[in-house]
């Protein structure tokens, strides 16, 4: 049997984050100088009006297609699989092409005897992946080029140094990063019967994988207004830098089963041995010259080298290794009386590389599961609204070894202050963490109980569980004391709960209307319950973890509106914070002692969201078939920070900033006080959450008399659509992208549409 799938489509931004044009920038700018005592911008030689995300954004084209043959006899199974990927990014130069191969096969030599394996092949080509910042903040009031010259523009004075035209990247430095992305992955396995009920089965797994990478960073000319002739060079150099990684897994797996049936007894037995080992190794060099020196690399790839060089300062080289090792005892035991009352119970001792040094190499886990199939019961059987109806329960420990290095029990040298000696300083040496004799593994316990349901003839089926997992012994990294360096611990717990349910009803309408319906919900509930202390804080930006409340929870000032004027200051809580005038943020005076101070920073929000959700929906009439898929989050926060400073572009937010003599009602800080008003605060939090339509999809398969005489199997024709409807009161690209300080914006989330055949001959 041949299966050929095939589709092309394209993807395009349609939802922009709104910045302000020429001239709400110019406002904006000029109030902000005034504000600081300074004249205003002379804009005489910037009279643009760019709007630089349609600048460097494109409709990207993309096809995606497969090609599989299928066999099989008494004896043996084949399948091969064929595919190719060709997508555009969003963002110009943007390009990714990917090929695949998929092969297995099963042989059975006897009755008692079998042999199969599988392999798995990816030859990649990723995109130069370029980012949008630089779109939303280079001033719009620039143009893209210079009309007489052809180069391009450079930006006013004021944002040069930390912005640079955006069509640097695409036309410039576009597809100047190469890389070509290797990976095979695949396991043989022998499997024979040694007894009627005993079986045993070897699988040897590997996974390697081989990236290597190219770059070439041009010579960058520009138009400046403001140099003599126009021409202006960004970069005193240009180089290459070339790089190359290799990963391998390796795992082999030894399971002995046992299948007994005793009556209304059943039993099921296994015990294994695992091993798994992983290596990766890295290898860079870059070279660099000065412009003018040598031969020019180049746009052209097959030149990215460079002439000789004498300066051998400008050379650059690294590299990295690691592996490590871990062996695990596996034993597991199933039991059922009449498939109504079931029994599962499992352990295993891990043994890991990471944790050889302090002596917790090993570990013992284990777990034990419980459930009741009711509807097995006679006082179920009389009645015919619930078909199938199973209570169960879980208790289990688990262990991770996930340390971030594979090697946290060795401390790396690295430079420590230096002394004096007379005329001499000389620089000094030490370790760069503590380690913890007593580091070992992390722990995991978690429970659960719930029950699995179907109603109606099956056409309803219900499956809620509420769980409550505990992380113990956790490995976190803790700060040094008494100016000791930091080192990787087992402390703290944290907990996360709620419920999960699963939930679908599928049904007919006469012989030609079938339709089903599908939702799935969690909820969750984390907390950290213990750190290092009571005291302890991990701090990344806005962002927190302390005892008693969410992970990376959100702390900063509450704000209850703007300062309108000095009477408002005046008879506020006095602020310590920072000089506030009319305009700037009103922070709370948490603590009620009068003042604002650091102390009245507090909780502000949670980037775990209350509940994640899905729904979903099918029907088909005769060769029709529509298909609908929803997803979202609610209860999320999201810090969205929009600077209070107009050196690069701004969101159309800021046409609500307070002005005394503009907009003295406006909700937003006043311009020119960036320091105090972009401090974490209630102000700049959103609620992010959002209900997307994923994809949706229409189809139809013709009637079999109609391609009968073509030879096929099967003919489909459908058209689908991702991304295409999101609501959200998120001023971004991609709301998924939620519980991050979002300094910098998601890389755009396109709406995709494309139009495919399945063909099965």
């Known amino acids: 049997m041949v299966n050929i799938n095939s589709s092309v489509g ?49 409709t990207g084209f993309l096809t995606n297609n497969n ?86 523009h450079t930006l006013p004075d004021f944002q040069r140094a930390q912005v640079w035209n955006p069509l640097i990247e695409t036309e410039l430095r576009g597809a100047h990063n190469k890389s070509e992305n290797y990976r095979v992955a695949g396991n043989v396995f022998g499997e024979i019967d040694i007894l009627k009920n005993l079986t045993f089965k070897a699988t040897f797994s590997m996974d390697y994988a081989s990236s290597q990478g190219r770059s070439y960073s041009p010579l960058i000319y520009v138009y400046n207004p403001d140099v003599e002739g126009g021409k202006e060079r960004l970069t005193e150099r240009e180089s290459v830098n070339q790089s190359k990684s290799t990963s391998l897994a390796a795992q082999s797996d030894y399971v002995l089963t046992y299948l007994g049936q005793f009556g209304n007894h059943g ?5 294994g041995l695992t091993t798994n080992y992983n290596e990766s190794s890295s290898l860079s060099g870059g070279r660099s010259q000065l412009a003018g020196y040598g031969i020019l690399v180049g ?83 009389n009645q015919n609204v619930i078909n199938f109806l199973k209570l169960k329960g879980s208790w289990g420990v688990l262990g991770s070894q996930n340390t971030g290095s594979s090697y946290p029990a060795y401390a790396t040298i690295v430079s420590s202050g230096s002394a004096v000696f007379g005329d001499n300083i000389i620089a000094g040496k030490g370790p760069n963490k503590l380690i913890s ?38 490995l976190t990294s803790i700060p040094g004391i008494a100016g000791t360096v930091p080192g990787l611990q087992n402390v703290g717990e944290i907990r996360n709960r709620g419920f999960e349910l699963s939930a679908s009803w599928n049904d007919k309408i006469g012989e030609d209307w079938r339709y089903g319906l599908g939702a799935n919900l969690s909820t969750i509930d984390n907390k950290v319950l213990s750190l290092v202390n009571k005291d302890y804080n991990i701090i990344s930006g806005p962002s927190r973890v302390s005892e008693g409340y969410p992970i990376g929870y959100f702390y900063g000032y509450k704000v209850e509106g703007v300062y309108q004027n000095e009477d408002d200051i005046r008879f506020s809580p006095i602020n310590s914070v920072g000089s506030v005038t009319p305009g700037d943020l009103k922070f709370a005076d948490v603590d009620g002692n009068g003042k604002i101070t650091d102390n009245d920073r507090t909780m502000i929000g949670n980037p775990t969201p209350d509940f994640t959700y899905g729904f979903g929906l099918n029907a088909a009439y005769k060769g029709f078939d529509l298909s609908a898929f929803f997803q979202g989050v609610a209860g999320v926060d999201r810090i969205v920070m929009d600077y209070p400073t107009v050196s690069g572009n701004v969101t159309t937010a800021f046409l609500d900033r307070y002005s005394e003599s503009a907009n003295p009602n406006g909700n937003f800080p006043r311009l020119g006080n960036g320091d105090y008003n972009s401090q974490p605060s209630s102000f700049w939090l959103k609620d992010a959450s959002y209900l997307r339509l994923k994809n949706i999809e ?55 549409f494309s139009v495919g055949l399945n063909i099965t001959l």
């Open 67 to 152: 090609v599989s043959i299928t066999g099989a006899t008494d004896k043996s199974k084949f399948y091969l699989g064929l595919g190719y990927v060709m997508e555009e990014g969003s963002i110009k130069t943007e390009k990714l092409n990917k090929f695949t191969v998929n092969l297995n096969s099963e042989y059975s030599v006897t009755d008692f005897l079998r042999f199969g394996f599988q392999l798995n092949g990816v030859r990649a080509k990723y995109p130069d992946a370029k980012g949008v910042d630089g779109a939303l903040k280079a001033a719009p009031i620039a143009p893209t080029h210079d009309l007489e010259s052809g180069l391009i």
């Open 698 to 752: 229409l189809g139809y398969s013709f009637k079999q008399e109609w391609i009968r005489k073509a030879k096929l199997e099967r003919l489909r024709i459908y058209v689908s659509a991702q991304n295409i409807l999101t609501i959200t009161g998120i001023d971004d690209y991609d709301p998924e992208k939620y519980g991050t300080d979002t300094r910098g914006h998601a890389y755009p989330n396109a709406k995709t």
């Open 299 to 381: 746009d052209d790839p097959d030149r990215w080298w460079l002439s000789t060089i004498d300066d051998v300062s400008t050379a650059t080289n690294g590299g990295s290794q690691s592996d490590r090792f871990t062996m695990s005892y596996l034993f597991r035991a199933l039991y059922n009386y009449k498939n109504r009352y079931l029994l599962n119970a499992s352990f295993r001792r891990d043994g890991s590389s990471v944790f050889y040094k302090t002596g917790n190499t090993w570990d013992n886990f284990y777990s034990f599961g419980a459930g009741w199939v009711m509807t097995e019961e006679k006082f179920m059987q």
């Open 437 to 474: 004799p007593t580091l070992g593994w992390e722990r995991n316990y978690s429970w659960e109980v719930g029950f699995d349901m179907h109603m109606f003839n099956d056409r309803l089926q219900l499956s809620p569980v509420y769980y409550n997992k505990t992380t113990k012994d956790m």
């Open 10 to 58: 394209w993807k395009v931004i349609y939802d922009r984050v709104g910045v302000t044009n020429a001239e709400e920038f110019k406002m904006l700018y000029n109030e902000q100088l005034i504000s600081q005592g300074s004249d205003p911008y002379d804009y005489t030689q910037w009279t643009g009006n760019t709007d630089w995300q349609n600048e460097i954004f494109q």
């Open 267 to 271: 039993l099921t037995l296994t015990a």
